[in-house]
């Protein structure tokens, strides 16, 4: 959906490129078919992996009687045991949408992202309350596909776990694209004006006000615990996620978590790593072996698919500092690189950080074009405790968006060489 959106933006631009074409008129049905039929391509495929699995796969919703026996019941006809019981579990129910306590937001209601997902007829005009990733990803989604988006977030700027710079350069591409973006509020009430919301908000002991058809509450997400009965086997939760070692064990230890579940980060790659490690671990643990291996998020990655892209790697500027590290800091832009002004995708930078000791890279961040892919030569140098001094020296083909990296790999370089 958010690449169907990006190509209507990009037609509207063709003139810069020297080429004449009409309009374009997004078809809202045709994206919302076209986003089915991958779905359901990538279904069929997991499909036939369960299938074709060493295990059996139940249809159920799972609840736990006792530390080794889960209750079952069947979604669906199919016929399946009414209770189960296992050496190990692994607890890896997800996510939910977390309600947010808003006055008359409940009443005049409002879009989740599931909503989002299935909304097949156009509107003029839409209110987004939150400022990360999903937020983020929405609110370009609708303004590429010609809404009147306003973006209201609580926090100063957006993305607030990123370095500042990371959210600002996309606060100032949304409002050049037409989106109003707020930051520093806070939510009076949501009240219903004829056919349209109303959202009232502070921002900074300022009274604002702004209108919509329709209100995205993007205010975070919370571990689906529904109805697992986690209490009654003392499985215990912090701040409403499962509690987990870095073995991915909870406090009872033939029990594991992974994913949304248990955090701490919302992430799809890590939650397949902590999966993986998770099953490897519980396999040990029937052996009756010491289990050494445990979750590494010095290598955490996140991407958030905007246009521009925006990534990272590692530790932001941020953490280094709350860690009491030494560390040194160098930014380019991309206005200033020769492959993204033949793109004309020219906002963002990229940025490294690296310990002054002795060069070692330690993080990254990139908002720009192709975010989601430039991000890995860091990750690669990261994942080897490579130094910008051999960041550097790396050959890099000219003209791309990969050389890009050579620059605050240099200049960090001479930084700790001085």
């Not at 979604?75 to 209770?83: F, Y």
């Not at 909503?115 to 509107?123: D, G, N, Y």
């Not at 989106?179 to 520093?184: R, Y």
């Not at 998020?297 to 941020?318: M, N």
């Amino acid at each position: 959906m958010l690449e169907s959106a990006h190509r209507n933006h990009e037609i509207g631009r063709a003139k810069e490129f020297g080429i004449r074409v009409g309009k374009p008129r997004p078809d809202w049905k045709a994206i919302l078919r076209r986003k089915d039929q991958l779905i359901a391509e990538f279904a069929d495929y997991r499909q036939e992996q369960f299938e074709k699995g060493k295990f059996t796969f139940y249809r159920a919703n799972g609840r736990f009687t006792g530390p080794h026996r889960l209750a079952l019941k069947a979604v669906g006809k199919e016929k399946i045991p009414a209770e189960i019981e296992a050496k190990t579990f692994l607890v890896s129910t997800g996510s939910r949408t977390a309600f947010r306590e808003i006055p008359g937001l409940e009443e005049v209601g409002y879009w989740t992202s599931d909503e989002c997902l299935e909304a097949s007829k156009p509107i003029k005009s839409l209110i987004i309350l939150g400022g990360r990733a999903v937020a983020l990803e929405f609110a370009q989604y609708y303004a590429h596909l010609g809404v009147k988006v306003t973006v209201i977030q609580r926090s100063e700027r957006l993305l607030p776990e990123s370095d500042p710079e990371v959210g600002d350069t996309l606060a100032k591409v949304f409002r050049e694209e037409g989106s109003a973006v707020f930051c520093g509020t806070q939510i009076q009430r949501v009240v219903k004006r004829g056919k349209k919301k109303r959202v009232e908000f502070l921002q900074r002991g300022k009274k604002r006000s702004v209108e919509a058809e329709q209100i995205l509450q993007a205010l975070g997400r919370e571990a689906d615990l529904e109805g697992l009965n986690l209490s009654t086997i003392r499985v215990k939760t912090e701040k409403g996620k499962v509690a987990t070692q870095l073995t991915q064990q909870t406090s009872v230890p033939h029990i594991f978590a992974a994913g949304d579940v248990c955090g701490p980060y919302e992430v799809v790659h890590l939650a397949i790593q902590q999966g993986e490690l998770a099953a490897r671990n519980a396999a040990a643990w029937v052996a009756g072996k010491e289990l050494k291996e445990t979750m590494d998020y010095r290598l955490k990655l996140e991407v958030i698919f905007t246009s521009p892209e925006a990534a990272g790697v590692g530790y932001s500027e941020r953490e280094c500092r709350e860690k009491g590290w030494d560390i040194v800091t160098a930014s380019y832009p991309f206005s200033d690189h020769g492959k993204s002004m033949v793109m004309g995708a020219t906002d963002g930078f990229v940025k490294l950080i690296a310990l002054k000791q002795k060069g070692e890279i330690v993080g990254a961040q990139v908002v720009g074009p192709h975010a989601s892919d430039l991000i890995h030569e860091p990750l690669t140098i990261l994942r080897y405790r490579g130094t910008a001094q051999e960041m550097a020296a790396m050959p890099h083909y000219h003209p791309t968006l990969s050389e890009i990296w050579t620059y605050p790999a240099e200049e960090i370089a001479n930084l700790c060489l001085a």
